[in-house]
């Protein structure tokens, strides 16, 4: 097997990867991949293996190993808990919605509906829905809270316009307001994205952004805000309250 001596390049993991991404990466060698022995893989390859996981999940055995490498990665960008990431430095696209409700908030091209726009109303180009989003919160005990439905569905994204292909994600905690996104796609925070699903379309706004992974994959959770909003069906009353 090549490579032995870059345990980084044994698990195919770049050299600032954190815990879940390591594990993950041999999770699938392991099993997927079947280089385990009782899968029929190579007991020589599958020690290599073990030995570069065993190492790189050592907060000491890793630093100490790191010190042996050309470039050393920066402690603080590896941490083993899900954690908040910063805002991007890279230039995104301006949400003009705020400042001309005349224009699609997604594409931006005018649909000139002036002040008679419907809750059904969709963009002529691109077919996002157009009526602004409600904001809404109810007070209890003092209190501040927003209305959600804990309710999980399947949706289509898109992060681009146009030639974007849909993204799959699935939803959590949706609300008047906004809903978090949970996938595997790698978005940046105040970047605008289209949702279709069963249940609603909407423009959205990234706000913030957690990285987490599952026994399978790794996954980024969103919170996002809707800035258009458009059910398929009567919603009726979102009946769960997160305080």
């Known amino acids: 097997m090549k490579n032995r001596r870059n345990y980084y390049q044994t698990l195919h993991v770049q050299a600032d990867a954190p815990k879940e991404v390591i594990r993950s990466s041999y999770r699938t060698m392991m099993q997927k991949l079947k280089m385990h022995p009782d899968l029929g893989g190579c007991h020589e390859d599958a020690a290599v293996v073990n030995e570069a996981y065993n190492v790189l999940m050592n907060d000491t055995a890793r630093a100490e190993y790191d010190t042996t490498l050309n470039t050393k990665p ?10 908040q990431t910063k805002a991007p430095t890279k230039p ?64 289509r994204f898109y992060s681009l316009w146009p030639n974007s292909e849909p993204h799959i994600g699935k939803t959590r905690n949706v609300s008047l307001n906004g809903m978090q996104l949970i996938t595997t796609e ?24 957690q990285l987490g992974s599952n026994e399978k994959s790794v996954e980024w959770s969103y919170g996002l805000e809707f800035l258009t909003l458009r059910f398929h069906q009567a919603h009726g009353t979102f009946i769960s309250l997160a305080i």
């Open 74 to 83: 920066k402690t603080e960008q590896r941490t083993e808990k899900t954690k």
């Open 92 to 155: 995104i696209r301006k949400n003009t919605y705020a400042d001309n409700k005349q224009q699609c908030s997604f594409c931006n091209s005018q649909h000139n509906m002036g002040n008679n726009i419907g809750p059904d109303d969709v963009c002529p180009k691109c077919e996002s829905p157009v009526f602004p989003a409600k904001k809404q919160t109810v007070e209890i005990c003092g209190k501040r809270t927003i209305q959600r439905m804990n309710k999980e569905w399947s949706v």
């Open 186 to 209: 790698s978005l940046d925070i105040n970047q605008l994205i289209k949702i279709t699903s069963s249940e609603l379309d909407a423009v959205a706004n990234i706000v913030n952004r």
